[in-house]
């Protein structure tokens, strides 16, 4: 499956933005989806999951109550809306496709994904 994640920018502190990203060449339902990022100088961290259905949703501890990942099958895409952001959220964005069985959880080793989109950058001003 091809991925491309969008909707990166510039933000203040206490800002929200939306990143989407859509698959293309597979059927998204297919696939339990993650989001990870990197900060310069740091290593891919997890970010959020979610099952194939929906109905299993995963968060880093640095994120969780103000990020929310969401999937629209239908429109072979997935979400990740980020409120409350803060400078340390400033990172590339990646989305990640594994390729799990319908009752499988999210995984939060980026080593368990198949394939990547090419990122988009989020940048967090204080």
């Known amino acids: 499956v091809q991925l491309q994640a969008y909707g990166g920018g510039l933000v203040q502190a206490g800002g929200s933005l939306r990143l989407s990203c859509a698959a293309s060449?597979?059927?998204?339902?297919?696939?339990?989806m993650g989001w990870f990022r990197q900060a310069p100088g740091k290593e891919r961290e997890f970010v959020a999951g979610?099952?194939?259905?929906?109905?299993?949703?995963y968060y880093a501890d640095s994120v969780k109550g103000r990020f929310t990942i969401s999937r629209d099958n239908a429109k072979n895409t997935v979400y990740l809306q980020m409120n409350s952001l803060k400078p340390e959220d400033t990172a590339v964005y990646y989305c990640?496709?594994?390729?799990?069985?319908?009752?499988?959880?999210?995984?939060?080793?980026?080593?368990?994904?198949?394939?990547w989109g090419q990122g988009t950058l989020v940048t967090v001003s204080s």
């Open positions: 060449g597979r059927t998204l339902s297919n696939y339990v």
């Open positions: 979610i099952s194939r259905s929906g109905g299993s949703k």
């Open positions: 990640a496709a594994d390729k799990q069985p319908w009752w499988a959880v999210p995984r939060n080793f980026a080593n368990e994904y198949d394939s």
